[in-house]
T-cell receptor
Framework: SAVISQKPSRDICQRGTSLTIQCQVDSQVTMMFWYRQQPGQSLTLIATANQGSEATYESGFVIDKFPISRPNLTFSTLTVSNLSPEDSSIYLC?????????????FGPGTRLTVL | GENVEQHPSTLSVQEGDSAVIKCTYSDSASNYFPWYKQELGKGPQLIIDIRSNVGEKKDQRIAVTLNKTAKHFSLHITETQPEDSAVYFCAASLSNYQLIWGAGTKLIIKP
């Protein structure tokens, strides 16, 4: 499985500001995903990020609020813009596993965001 | 669209006993069913998965069973240990990496 790191691991931000989360993978992957996990809840897919194309957003998530970059096959960033307390969540990136078959995803350790 | 229900929401078992978590899905076209374990402060970890052409899969103390007719699949953990305490998530996938997630089960192993 791929080794995935995220930065920062946690942050506390003021409302109205933005936070950019980085996701780094130790091998090249085609598909990367960004999820939100609210406290005590399951995972919700924000968007799918393929290298060389614009991210595909799920219903309820928009590019202005959650801009994503995917400059190469091992790196992606998610920015959470104009923060409000409702954005306090864990943000997770995941990657598809090449060579294992379709659908398998591996997750990073997550970024815990608290908005004051 | 696909919907996944997971039960129970909390499961408490004595150390050494077995634990079973069940999920049902709505779309019969779903063909991939992973299980993830999430420990406090960590990302979900894939522990076992099964595809629709297989009825059962085992990996040491962990097994997953799939009943396509009834559209449900279950995680079985035998000889539970304290380190099995975590939140477990099931998911179902139709295709193209779109995972539909269950709500999660908090597993508590009592010493």
């Amino acid at each position: 499985s791929a080794v995935i790191s995220q930065k920062p691991s946690r942050d506390i931000c003021q409302r109205g500001t933005s936070l950019t989360i980085q996701c780094q993978v130790d091998s090249q992957v085609t598909m990367m995903f960004w999820y939100r996990q609210q406290p005590g809840q399951s995972l919700t897919l924000i968007a799918t990020a393929n290298q060389g194309s614009e991210a595909t957003y799920e219903s309820g998530f928009v590019i202005d609020k959650f801009p994503i970059s995917r400059p190469n096959l091992t790196f992606s960033t998610l920015t959470v813009s104009n923060l409000s307390p409702e954005d306090s969540s864990i943000y997770l990136c995941s990657v598809e596993s090449t060579g294992r078959g379709t659908d398998t995803q591996y997750f990073g350790p997550g970024t815990r965001l608290t908005v004051l | 669209g696909e919907n996944v229900e997971q039960h129970p929401s909390t499961l408490s078992v004595q150390e050494g006993d077995s634990a079973v978590i069940k999920c049902t899905y709505s779309d019969s076209a779903s063909n991939y069913f992973p299980w993830y374990k999430q420990e406090l402060g960590k990302g979900p970890q894939l522990i076992i998965d099964i595809r629709s052409n297989v009825g059962e899969k085992k990996d040491q103390r962990i097994a997953v069973t799939l009943n396509k007719t009834a559209k449900h699949f279950s995680l079985h953990i035998t000889e539970t240990q304290p380190e099995d305490s975590a939140v477990y998530f099931c998911a179902a996938s139709l295709s193209n990496y779109q995972l539909i997630w269950g709500a999660g089960t908090k597993l508590i192993i009592k010493p």
